[in-house]
């Protein structure tokens, strides 16, 4: 049972007592898991998750696999296995690193090519491959909605420049086009997850991949081309195939990453901005402040309002990061640069 869900005995150190299990979802402090026994739920072992020694185990996220005591009403969940890949993304109340899935082997990546609202947009895409590369799981590039163009050659070209050594793949959710061709990651015991903005058809494709309707699509609103989502479901979902797939909330957040990714999401948010009195308000007590205003005329949601906020801090972070990223990765450049002319020079030293 648990084997089918990808783990294997290896996973375990050696002196590990315990029974091992995966987890399909989180609600607070309680763990939907799957086990030998077959679907139960446990609770962290409170000494081992939560005690003021550094030696606390890892919270346990959608896709871990973890050590329990089996207990046909609560299992105590007593260690959290080692990950081979990680999203994770800030929690802005604890101000710490928060895991929203493990364990997964492939990241595919989904833009649309309907060129009607620039879906297609290689920075963004820079960025997903960014946060799939540095997951630790092998990034696969999409590029769904093939059917509404004429040519994709050209994007798939442009996709594959910017994406060295990814493989991209054209396909359509809507026709079936291209979808056989994704069989080599749809296999058995293998876990992928989504990335990719709201609206390039990630519930469509997870659907046409899975042969059964798994996840509501709703029609994209034409006005800006987002699709609005309302599902609630288990978080790691068992095909029929056998391949999983994680879906949490997280990882929809995840999907817009970055600060113009927000900003795109939330431009009903972002019109009031500029509305205030004060430019630099900050939109908590100062007079004229628009934001205010919209929300106690209910124009504006206080929770549209405060999720806009937390997904902006975390946008912040995560550019910053990449940023960090980036420059890592140029100062690398130019020492190998470096380090390459100084070899030539010494070579050619040899040489004379
Ligand atoms: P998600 O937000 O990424 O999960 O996107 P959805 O799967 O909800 O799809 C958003 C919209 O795009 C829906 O209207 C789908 O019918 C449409 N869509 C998804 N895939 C395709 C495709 O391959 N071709 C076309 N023409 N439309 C698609
Ligand atoms: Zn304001």
């Known amino acids: 049972m648990i084997n089918n869900y990808g783990f294997t005995p290896a996973m375990t150190p050696a002196d590990a007592q315990g029974m091992p299990a995966r987890v399909l979802a989180v609600h607070k402090d309680r763990y939907e898991l799957v086990c030998e026994h077959g679907l139960c739920s446990g609770r962290l072992k409170t000494s ?3 005690s003021d020694s550094l030696e606390n185990e890892e919270f346990p996220a959608v896709g871990d696999f973890v050590l329990i005591n089996y207990n046909s009403g609560d299992s105590q969940i ?8 990680l999203f994770s993304r800030r929690d802005p109340s604890a101000d710490k690193e928060q895991a929203v899935a493990a364990n997964f082997d492939y990241v595919f990546i989904i833009q649309a090519l309907n060129q009607g609202y620039k879906n297609f947009n290689i920075n963004r895409l820079e960025r997903y491959l960014m946060a799939a590369r540095q997951s630790g799981a092998l990034p696969i590039i999409i590029l769904n909605k093939a059917d509404l163009i004429e040519d994709c050659a050209g994007y798939i070209k442009e996709a594959e420049k910017a994406a060295r050594g990814v ?8 026709t079936g086009l291209g979808l056989d061709l994704l069989a080599e ?4 015991g293998k876990t992928l997850v989504f990335l990719g903005s709201s609206g390039v058809g990630k519930s469509s494709l997870l659907n046409a991949v899975a042969g059964e309707d798994i996840m509501d699509i709703n029609e994209v609103r034409e006005s800006d081309g ?3 989502h309302t599902t609630t479901h288990r978080q790691l979902i068992m095909l029929s195939s056998g391949v999983m797939i994680i879906d949490t909330p997280g990882m929809r957040a995840l999907g817009m990453l ?3 990714g927000v900003s795109e999401a939330f431009a009903d948010v972002e019109q009031y901005l500029g509305d205030c009195k004060f430019s630099n308000c900050e939109h908590k007590s100062e007079p004229g402040c628009a934001v205010k205003a919209a929300i106690a005329s209910g124009e504006l ?7 806009y906020l937390q997904l902006r801090s975390e946008a912040r972070y995560t550019d910053e990061r990449i940023a960090l990223m980036r420059k890592k990765k140029e100062l690398h450049k130019k020492w190998e640069k470096e380090a390459r002319s100084g070899k030539k020079k010494s070579g050619g030293r040899r040489d004379y």
Do not use: C, F, M, Q
């Not at 007593?78 to 890949?85: A, C, G, P, Y």
């Not at 949601?301 to 999720?307: I, L």
């Open 48 to 50: 081992l998750y939560y």
């Open 78 to 85: 007593i260690k959290t296995l080692e990950r081979k890949s």
């Open 167 to 174: 493989s991209v793949y054209a396909v359509s959710a809507k």
């Open 185 to 188: 990651y749809l296999k058995p």
């Open 226 to 228: 987002k699709g609005k």
């Open 258 to 260: 970055g600060a113009d």
């Open 301 to 307: 949601t206080r929770e549209r309002w405060n999720s």
